[in-house]
């Protein structure tokens, strides 16, 4: 369901950045760029917060016209961006909170992978095969959710 | 339960292969020898320091990191957790294990105690490779005063 997934590295280049409308890839760079500035904000301000536990879902970082932007960060600093359509507006907030832990799952796999170094580009293909899945369904949802306006109206 | 077995003698191999099969004979090959084990627990480090943590949330502190360390790391990979941590705030700390699984099954006293550290040298790595992991570089070095009981001292590098 999402748009467009960026893997950043603790240093902030990014080791995996995928979207689906491949012909205006560099709008969705930019935008994951300027939302790492949010993440850092937000990792900052829970750092000072007097809260017990620290969570590592960061939540929305920003909206825009057309999209909205989540943001997830990991014990060792590696940040999840996902870029998410606006006109989407059945994902809920779990919904995120899932593809997020997905995504986790399988960057751990990749780091436990003995062929790949930390801090390379992520190669894997089982890692790509999950990110396809959660980016096809934004292709499959839509129609659906236009069909079943057409058919109230 | 047999994991704890089969990492045991895979490490035993590997101390044995590693030693006597060095790049070149003289000191000079045993200190490789020794940096290659560390090499790989180091590596063994970074992906476990990027699994065991998954679902904890995110550490607040420095000794928050070293308490995993010795609680969460020392449970996953000896089935044990450390029996002692020391700090002097500065910086350094000293993790004492009392029966350290890898050592327990050789003596107990002073015999074989010169043997002790290549023994030690995949478990400084682990450490290192986790606190890297987690955001802290560090110098891991282990001591045995007398087997099984080790102490590993981690000097946080600060940068």
Not at chain 2, 64 to 77: G, M, N
Not at chain 2, 127 to 147: D, E, F, H
Request: charged share 20%.
């Amino acid at each position: 369901m999402a748009v467009c997934v960026a893997v950043i590295a603790k240093e902030n280049y990014p080791l995996y950045i995928r979207s689906i409308p491949t012909e205006n890839e560099l709008k969705f760079h930019y935008m994951v760029h300027t939302s790492l500035d949010v993440v850092d904000e937000k990792i900052s301000a829970m750092g000072k917060a007097l809260v017990d536990q620290r969570e590592l879902y960061l939540g929305l970082l920003y909206p825009t016209e057309d999209y909205k932007v989540y943001g997830y960060v990991t014990n060792s600093k590696v940040k999840f961006v996902m870029v998410v359509d606006s006109s989407n507006t059945a994902l809920r907030d779990n919904e995120i909170r899932s593809m997020f832990r997905k995504l986790h799952n399988s960057y751990t796999d990749v780091m436990c992978n003995p062929f790949y170094n930390p801090g390379d580009r992520i190669q894997s293909r089982a890692f790509d095969s999950m990110v396809t899945s959660m980016m096809i369904q934004v292709l499959s949802r839509a129609p659906c959710c236009r069909a079943g306006e057409a058919l109230w109206a | 339960m047999a994991d704890a077995a089969l990492f045991e003698f895979l490490h035993t191999e590997m101390v044995a292969e590693l030693w006597t099969h060095p790049s070149d004979p003289g000191p000079g090959g045993q200190k490789m020898s020794l940096s290659v084990l560390e090499g790989m627990g180091f590596r063994v480090g970074q992906a476990l320091g990027e699994r065991l943590p998954q679902e904890t949330l995110a550490f607040r502190e420095e000794l928050d990191i070293l308490k995993f360390l010795c609680k969460d790391l020392w449970v996953a990979v000896f089935q044990k957790q450390m029996d002692s941590l020391r700090t002097n705030h500065q910086g350094t700390y000293v993790l004492q294990d009392d029966s350290f699984p890898l050592l327990i099954r050789m003596a107990s006293g002073l015999q074989y105690l010169e043997e002790a550290p290549k023994f030690l040298a995949f478990t400084c790595g682990l450490l290192r490779g986790t606190l890297c992991i987690l955001g802290i570089k560090s110098l891991v070095t282990a001591s045995v005063a007398s087997l099984p009981t080790c102490k590993f001292q981690v000097v946080i590098q600060k940068t």
